[in-house]
């Protein structure tokens, strides 16, 4: 029985911790995403990241037309300006991924002339490591309404990993029994 036990508790932990490991995360969610909006669409980019929750780790994927667009990483200023001569990072290759390697905002606009004042752009919000992907967080804040760099405000729990510390300390009691 106890052995029972024990397999069982080694499935859990290797369930908890798979799920802290990043995603793949296709931008707006389908593979066409990346293009020009409709006019009465033109925020929907921004609209599906506010109601995502990106994580470090976890990566974007966009797919897209290498010969007639690209995406580029930029500064919030080159942004609102949709200036494309001084990105950060310039993706051309139609399957792009880019990892999300720290919290706070990331803003990407396209590199074709003319499509970002379009509207084809993007903010993305990562959430600080000290919020795990629990159910019943709040929303993210709008990356629209945020200014500073985003780290959200830490709550009284230990989180993720200090419960994920806990269960190892568990179960290592229990297989040296």
Not at 6 to 21: G, Q
Not at 31 to 37: H, L, Q, S, V
Not at 86 to 102: A, F, Q, R, W
Request: net charge negative; aromatic share 10%; hydrophobic share 35%.
């Amino acid at each position: 029985m106890a052995a029972f036990a024990r397999a069982s508790l080694v499935l859990v932990l290797l369930c908890l911790v798979s799920s802290s490991e990043g995603r793949e995360i296709l931008v707006g969610g389908k593979t066409d995403a990346w293009e020009i909006p409709n006019p009465s669409q033109s925020d929907s980019l921004n609209q599906w990241s506010e109601n995502s929750r990106f994580q470090i780790g976890d990566t974007l994927v966009w797919k897209y037309n290498s010969s007639q667009d690209s995406v580029l990483q930029v500064s919030k200023r080159d942004y609102v300006t949709c200036n494309t001569s001084s990105p950060i990072e310039e993706y051309k290759d139609g399957n792009t991924k880019v990892n999300l390697d720290h919290s706070g905002p990331y803003y990407f606009i396209s590199g074709a002339q003319g499509h970002c004042q379009k509207g084809q752009k993007l903010i993305v919000v990562v959430l600080s490591s000290n919020h795990s992907r629990h159910f019943g967080m709040a929303p993210a804040p709008s990356p629209v309404e945020f200014d500073g760099p985003a780290v959200a405000p830490t709550s009284g729990s230990a989180g993720f990993g200090g419960g994920l510390a806990v269960v190892f300390g568990v179960l290592a009691g229990w297989v040296l029994m």
